[in-house]
């Protein structure tokens, strides 16, 4: 039983087409990123008009995009034909554990931070602290979200690299203060600011948004096993590969095209205006970070669910290295 990556070798018997779907699939979602970011922040026009017949000089470079980085990912794959499929999934879910630890380390940053400054907006301390100009750039979420939110996020990043937990225990145990906090000041100091429950929300939001793809290597998602159950191992491994492209990437990619789909999208336009709750000034600037929220529970997820898919494909092989995982209690 491989319970760690240190416990798979690297070479395995060849699995050049469903390693090929995987890795492309990985290198789509880079490239409709990097869209995305091209199309949103520099006007670029995406690949798109080439399919309607009106295509310029960047719908181009939009497209070649897509095809330099499904060509990279296949170069990888055709030069590592001996890598066996539990390698690849370990590997791509190592990243996956690093993107979702980053995102942690990112909203416990500034959830601490936000709502300090929140804290002092309201009560006036920043007029105190800081000159009139000054005090009025705290007030602009379209100021705070660059220059206080995006480094402290960088931070988490680079703490991600130097750490090894994934951070729900802990931001679990942040969620619970908070509303400890807010019933002690409500019913013992009768005081409560709208800051206080952003705050709780916040955390919520990122506990279980982020959490859903470590969950689902864990196989702790809930599953009507009525037939499943009675699955061998290799019948089991061709369900998971085929719910993980059926069911998993396509409402994935359901939710990628939808919440990404030009400036307006439901994900890009709140980030792109730093957009705040009805609160205003007093309240945290995060509603933006929240809208975010679901795209990065799409991407992780879809990341996972390739993994997920190359370990299925690899069971219904019935190839050594099988990962137990003890059921979880639901």
Do not use: C
């Not at 995406?46 to 330099?68: D, R």
């Not at 729900?168 to 203060?177: C, D, K, N, P, Q």
């Not at 009675?230 to 998971?240: I, K, L, M, Q, S």
């Not at 809208?291 to 990065?296: D, E, I, N, P, S």
């Amino acid at each position: 039983m491989a319970t760690d990556f240190s416990d798979i070798t690297r070479e395995g018997n060849p699995a050049i087409g469903p390693r090929l779907f995987a890795w492309g699939m990985l290198g789509f979602l880079f490239a409709f990123l990097v869209n995305n970011a091209l199309v949103v922040g520099f006007g670029m026009p995406g690949a798109k008009p080439i399919f309607q017949g009106g295509a310029t000089g960047g719908s181009w470079a939009n497209l070649a995009v897509y095809v330099v980085s499904i060509a990279v990912a296949a170069f990888y794959v055709l030069s590592t034909k001996a890598n066996a499929l539990r390698w690849d999934a370990m590997k791509i879910h190592k990243f996956n554990v690093y993107l979702i630890r980053a995102m942690f380390w990112s909203v416990l940053l500034v959830g601490i931070a936000d709502s300090a400054i929140a804290f002092m907006r309201v009560e006036g301390i920043l007029a105190g602290m800081f000159s009139e100009d000054t005090t009025k750039l705290f007030n602009k979420s379209r100021w705070v979200g660059p220059y206080i939110h995006m480094p402290l996020i960088v931070a988490g990043f680079v703490i991600a690299l130097f750490t090894r937990t994934l951070g729900f225990t802990w931001l679990a145990l942040m969620i619970v203060a908070a509303e400890l906090l807010i019933v002690i000041s409500r019913f013992v100091f009768s005081y409560e600011q709208a800051l206080m429950g952003d705050l709780v929300r916040y955390w919520y939001a990122a506990l279980f948004l982020f959490a859903s793809a470590y969950t689902l290597f864990e196989e702790g998602h809930v599953r009507v096993d009525v037939l499943y159950a009675g699955f061998g191992r290799t019948t089991r491994g061709f369900v998971n590969a085929f719910g993980s492209i059926a069911l998993g990437m396509s409402t994935v990619w359901v939710i990628l095209s939808v919440g990404f789909n030009g400036k307006t999208a439901i994900i890009n336009s709140p980030i792109v205006n730093f957009e705040i709750s009805q609160a205003g000034g007093v309240g945290m600037f995060i509603k933006y970070q929240m809208a975010a929220f679901l795209g990065v529970f799409a991407i992780t997820m879809l990341i996972q669910f390739v993994s997920y898919f190359l370990e299925a494909v690899a069971d219904k092989r019935d190839e050594p290295g099988h990962r137990e995982v003890a059921p979880a209690a639901h």
